[in-house]
């Protein structure tokens, strides 16, 4: 049956294009999402990697222990100073520490050469994020080296990240305005650096200022994180226990290989979110092509009706020709998924190289994911074979004689019931949606979400097909069953063939 499948998807292609369609296009919602979440979540875990990678312990304020308004496991937030200089200094006499360095992360933006003379909007460098640092001459510390020109040595000077001061139409000597909320400072660029081995920060623009500096534009007089670096054969595990018998109430040490990791969950937590809406959102897709693959398959049916009366005729069982239904709608799932697929994966590229166009390089690399894969599949073939399910079942307990018959397909069931179901769930989905948008209700979205399916189901029950009339006999069954066509066939009288039996063919 698996063979005569394939021949019939074969043969009638024309047939099956809006199936194929219908599911390559919800198909593609998750290749496409997944991939670029995938590529987004890769890009930042590398970033993550690079910005710890050198520092052994972090000290910084507890998340755990933060109040809702704070932004403790946001990887790009400013956090308030909570550590003195004593504090720092505490830190640096715990054994097994080397150094230990004060943070401070001024929320401001670098403005581009072009910004004009003058200019006091804090807003007018909006673009690319600015993450301005204090500078303190180590590369272990500050993860950047030195390309040209020099580091920061006094207060005044600043220095850039190789790629922004190309972006940003700045050269060594030039005055860079850095834009706060006090209003925009001047600074000489004195140099500039590269972050990690590549410069990879995601589109952002690196700038270090000094720590008086620093301090003053933050407009605090402590630090938000302490960077740690432990002397060789240190154990690092008793160091950060040793800093947090020192360090305030509502701070934490932590290794910067967990604080990388930690940071790598938090924006996959995020991402989760999104692939979560994207399968959602493919699953009300499918959901509303599944009317159409619906139809799809009762028209196929009916247009095949008297085919599958020749195939009874001669021997074929209803339960084969309900499989034979099933495997083509297989057939054309597990095509229409792998376009998808492809569909999906390109759509992530597009999209990807038009924001690369406007962030920067931000993706690590962009592959397909397994899950992307599973769920292609998993949700087009189901969608599909479920959908083929009830015209299967329809195809399967239609007698042999009565397929025969040129009335077998002229009439068609009353639809009164169709329809008043149909007009029922209509209104009742349109008042639920109604009351989801204008009545104030806890959680309206679930009304609205409520009201739309059934609004749909009940729209599809009121769009019944129009009776299709089957075709005038065809060839392509005993094409299929019987080398040399009708040819083959010996001729079935209407006497001979009340009384004939069907014998069920071996397979």
Same mark, same amino acid.
Do not use: C
């Given at each position: 049956?698996?063979?005569?499948?394939?021949?019939?998807?074969?043969?009638?292609?024309?047939?099956?294009?809006l199936?194929?369609?219908a599911?390559?296009l919800?198909?593609?919602?998750?290749a496409?999402?997944?991939t670029f979440t995938n590529?987004?979540?890769?890009g930042?875990?590398?970033?993550?990697?690079?910005?710890?990678?050198?520092?052994?312990i972090?000290?910084e304020?507890?998340?755990?222990a933060?109040?809702?308004s704070?932004?403790g496991g946001?990887?790009?937030?400013?956090g308030?100073g909570?550590?003195?200089?004593?504090?720092v200094?505490?830190?640096s006499?715990v054994? $097994?520490v080397?150094i230990a360095?004060?943070?401070?992360?001024?929320?401001?933006?670098?403005?581009?050469?072009?910004?004009?003379e003058?200019?006091?909007?804090p807003?007018?460098g909006?673009?690319?994020?600015?993450q /301005?640092?204090?500078?303190?001459?180590d590369s272990?510390i500050?993860q950047?080296t030195?390309?040209? $020109?020099?580091?920061?040595?006094a207060?005044?000077?600043?220095?850039l990240d190789?790629d922004? @001061?190309?972006?940003?139409?700045?050269a060594?000597g030039d005055?860079v305005?850095?834009?706060?909320?006090?209003?925009? +400072?001047d600074?000489?660029?004195?140099?500039?650096?590269?972050?990690?081995e590549d410069n990879n920060?995601?589109g952002a623009t690196?700038? #270090?200022?000094?720590?008086?500096?620093s301090?003053?534009?933050?407009d605090?007089?402590?630090y938000?994180t302490? !960077?740690?670096?432990t002397a060789?054969g240190?154990n690092?595990d !008793?160091v950060v226990a040793?800093i947090?018998a020192v360090?305030?109430?509502g701070?934490?040490a932590?290794t910067g290989e967990?604080k990388a990791?930690?940071q790598?969950?938090?924006?996959?937590d995020?991402?989760?979110?999104?692939?979560?809406f994207?399968?959602?959102?493919?699953?009300?897709?499918?959901?509303v092509g599944? #009317?159409?693959?619906?139809n799809?398959?009762?028209i196929i049916v009916?247009?095949?009706t008297?085919?599958f009366? %020749?195939?009874?005729?001669i021997?074929?069982?209803?339960k084969? /020709?309900r499989?034979?239904i099933l495997?083509?709608?297989?057939?054309v799932?597990?095509?229409?998924?792998?376009?998808? @697929?492809?569909l999906?994966y390109l759509?992530?590229?597009g999209?990807?190289g038009l924001v690369?166009l406007?962030?920067?390089?931000?993706?690590g +690399?962009?592959?397909l994911p397994?899950?992307?894969v599973?769920?292609? #599949?998993v949700?087009?073939?189901a969608?599909?074979l479920?959908?083929a399910?009830?015209p299967?079942?329809?195809?399967?307990?239609v007698a042999?004689m009565e397929a025969?018959?040129e !009335?077998?397909?002229?009439g068609?069931k009353?639809?009164?019931?169709?329809? @008043?179901?149909?007009?029922? %769930?209509a209104? /009742?989905?349109?008042?639920?949606?109604? %009351?989801?948008?204008y009545v104030?209700?806890d959680?309206?979205y679930?009304?609205?979400?409520?009201?739309?399916?059934?609004?749909?189901?009940g729209v599809?029950l009121?769009?019944a097909q129009?009776p299709v009339?089957?075709?005038?006999?065809?060839?392509?069954?005993?094409?299929?069953l019987?080398?040399?066509?009708?040819?083959g066939?010996?001729?079935?009288t !209407?006497?001979?063939?009340?009384?004939?039996?069907?014998?069920p063919?071996?397979?």
């Amino acid at each position: 049956m698996f063979r005569l499948a394939l021949k019939s998807v074969k043969h009638n292609p024309k047939r099956l294009i809006l199936t194929a369609v219908a599911v390559a296009l919800g198909v593609s919602l998750v290749a496409a999402t997944q991939t670029f979440t995938n590529a987004l979540s890769s890009g930042f875990s590398d970033l993550f990697d690079d910005i710890y990678s050198g520092t052994d312990i972090v000290v910084e304020a507890d998340p755990n222990a933060a109040e809702e308004s704070d932004q403790g496991g946001d990887p790009f937030s400013v956090g308030a100073g909570v550590f003195s200089p004593d504090d720092v200094a505490a830190i640096s006499e715990v054994d $097994g520490v080397e150094i230990a360095a004060g943070g401070v992360q001024v929320t401001g933006s670098v403005l581009p050469a072009d910004t004009g003379e003058g200019t006091t909007d804090p807003l007018a460098g909006s673009g690319a994020p600015s993450q /301005i640092f204090n500078w303190y001459g180590d590369s272990t510390i500050d993860q950047s080296t030195i390309v040209d $020109g020099r580091g920061v040595e006094a207060d005044g000077e600043i220095v850039l990240d190789v790629d922004s @001061i190309e972006t940003l139409g700045y050269a060594i000597g030039d005055t860079v305005g850095i834009a706060t909320e006090a209003g925009v +400072t001047d600074f000489t660029l004195v140099g500039t650096v590269r972050f990690g081995e590549d410069n990879n920060l995601q589109g952002a623009t690196l700038a #270090y200022i000094s720590d008086a500096d620093s301090h003053t534009l933050a407009d605090d007089p402590n630090y938000a994180t302490v !960077s740690v670096i432990t002397a060789e054969g240190a154990n690092l595990d !008793s160091v950060v226990a040793d800093i947090d018998a020192v360090i305030p109430d509502g701070t934490r040490a932590i290794t910067g290989e967990d604080k990388a990791a930690e940071q790598t969950a938090a924006l996959d937590d995020v991402l989760q979110y999104v692939d979560i809406f994207a399968i959602a959102f493919a699953g009300i897709s499918l959901f509303v092509g599944a #009317y159409i693959i619906v139809n799809t398959f009762r028209i196929i049916v009916t247009q095949r009706t008297r085919e599958f009366g %020749l195939m009874r005729a001669i021997g074929v069982t209803g339960k084969q /020709i309900r499989s034979m239904i099933l495997l083509e709608a297989l057939v054309v799932a597990v095509l229409a998924s792998t376009l998808g @697929i492809i569909l999906g994966y390109l759509l992530a590229l597009g999209f990807a190289g038009l924001v690369s166009l406007f962030a920067g390089d931000i993706f690590g +690399t962009m592959s397909l994911p397994l899950d992307a894969v599973l769920w292609a #599949y998993v949700m087009g073939g189901a969608v599909t074979l479920v959908s083929a399910l009830l015209p299967a079942l329809h195809a399967s307990r239609v007698a042999p004689m009565e397929a025969l018959r040129e !009335s077998a397909t002229g009439g068609k069931k009353p639809l009164k019931v169709r329809n @008043i179901v149909g007009g029922a %769930l209509a209104l /009742i989905g349109a008042g639920l949606v109604t %009351l989801g948008l204008y009545v104030d209700l806890d959680r309206p979205y679930i009304y609205v979400g409520a009201g739309a399916a059934i609004l749909v189901i009940g729209v599809t029950l009121l769009a019944a097909q129009a009776p299709v009339a089957a075709r005038k006999p065809d060839a392509q069954a005993a094409d299929l069953l019987v080398p040399g066509g009708r040819q083959g066939l010996p001729p079935i009288t !209407s006497d001979a063939s009340r009384g004939a039996v069907p014998t069920p063919l071996r397979h």
